[in-house]
């Protein structure tokens, strides 16, 4: 799937996920981890990878094979360099009621695997759910 960088497509990401997480036999809180995982991997290229460019394309593919349901996003981006990541103090965060900044936490949480590529101009985010 190609889309377009923009939050107007987030439904859109969720649900092409979605469906595909349920055909290979994900139950419905399997499937709401993977969908915000997404969520949250697509927003960040968004914001971060293209800042806001929405003329950019992210592209989503969908692999499987017998236990695992791989999600990779890929876009042309401003790389993410995982070493350079500090993970934030979550109670903290709340209790100041600041918003952003848990996404890669949530997507490591919410998924089996993660990754992070570059692929020569190409980054990916793969992102691996396990049955």
Known sequence: MLVQ???KHLAEVRDFVATHAF???FGKND???IRLAVDEAYTNIIKHAYQYDDSRYVEIVLRLNSDKFIISLL???QTFDPSDYTEP???QQIKEKKR???GVYLIRKLM???EYRKQGPRNEIRMIKKR
């Open 23 to 25: 055909d290979f036999g």
């Open 75 to 77: 876009d042309n981006g």
């Open 31 to 33: 499937v709401d981890d």
């Open 112 to 114: 089996d695997n993660v």
């Open 89 to 91: 103090d979550v109670e």
């Open 100 to 102: 952003g900044g848990v």
């Open 5 to 7: 960088a923009s939050t």
